[in-house]
């Protein structure tokens, strides 16, 4: 079975701080990894998305994630955040091929 | 650029009543999800259908739940009767690939309904 775990329901940063949002998972094989976005009322976007190569995989917006299986983590940075970064994340796995998982979300505050 | 398209955006009901959603997914998209993603929480995935075959609807309530994808294109999901825990929000997802060929599993998410049942 595959499972993700969002550590943190709610995030607040200033602007132009480091955002950081973790994502671990569980996954008995190999797995491909997601972050996307959620805007208030709308559906999800893809940030980026990790398949096989390189750990380091960069997404839209300014944002990244590193895969690192030894810690089973998939965690979202973005070194500068802006206002219009606030919205709801979430991470997901997918193991098999018709099977996705998402975590509860991290709510991403932005302070002037 | 191509989007899945949704409608009703809002749809409000009465308990008892049937409601309808239906879910145009990008031309092509073979593989096509209906989520629920209740507030708080992130989207679980209702029902998956390929082409116009349902490969997963395990966590689908059956006896009130229903969904097809006649033509294989766009797809219609209905409840029957709503009940007050059914509020939620309703996504609707397609994908290219329905399976890892190629590394790409990426789903393109409609805006999504918003159901409110009194």
């Known amino acids: 079975a595959q499972s993700v775990t969002q550590l943190g329901s709610h995030v607040s940063v200033s602007e132009g701080a480091l955002v950081l949002l973790r994502c671990n998972y569980s996954?008995?094989?190999?797995?491909?990894l997601f972050w996307y976005v959620q805007y208030p009322n709308q559906g999800l976007q893809l940030l980026l998305k990790?398949?096989?190569?390189?750990?380091l995989v960069k997404g839209i917006n300014g944002f990244e994630a590193e895969f690192k299986k030894s810690e089973t983590s998939f965690h979202l940075t973005k070194p500068s955040a802006h206002m219009s970064d606030a919205a709801e994340y979430f991470c997901?796995?997918?193991?098999?091929?018709?099977?996705?998982?998402f975590g509860a979300g991290t709510r991403l505050t932005v302070k002037p | 650029e191509a989007e899945v398209a949704q409608s009703p955006r809002y749809k409000i009901t009465e308990k008892s009543q049937a409601v309808a959603f239906w879910c145009d997914p990008i031309?092509?998209?073979?593989?096509l999800y209906w989520y629920r993603q209740i507030l708080g929480q992130g989207p679980e995935l209702l029902v998956q259908?390929?082409?116009?075959?349902?490969?997963?609807d395990s966590q689908l309530p059956k006896d009130r739940f229903s969904a097809e994808r006649l033509k294989g294109v766009d797809s219609t999901l209905k409840i029957q009767p709503a009940e007050l825990g059914d509020s939620a929000m309703y996504l609707c997802?397609?994908?290219?690939?329905?399976?890892?060929?190629?590394?790409?599993?990426?789903?393109?998410f409609g805006p999504g309904t918003r159901l409110t049942v009194l």
């Open positions: 997802a397609s994908s290219l690939l329905g399976g890892r060929g190629g590394g790409s599993n990426e789903q393109f």
């Open positions: 259908f390929q082409d116009e075959s349902v490969v997963d």
């Open positions: 031309s092509g998209h073979a593989t």
């Open positions: 990790y398949t096989t190569g390189a750990t």
């Open positions: 997901a796995v997918s193991q098999l091929p018709l099977d996705m998982r």
């Open positions: 996954s008995s094989v190999p797995p491909y």
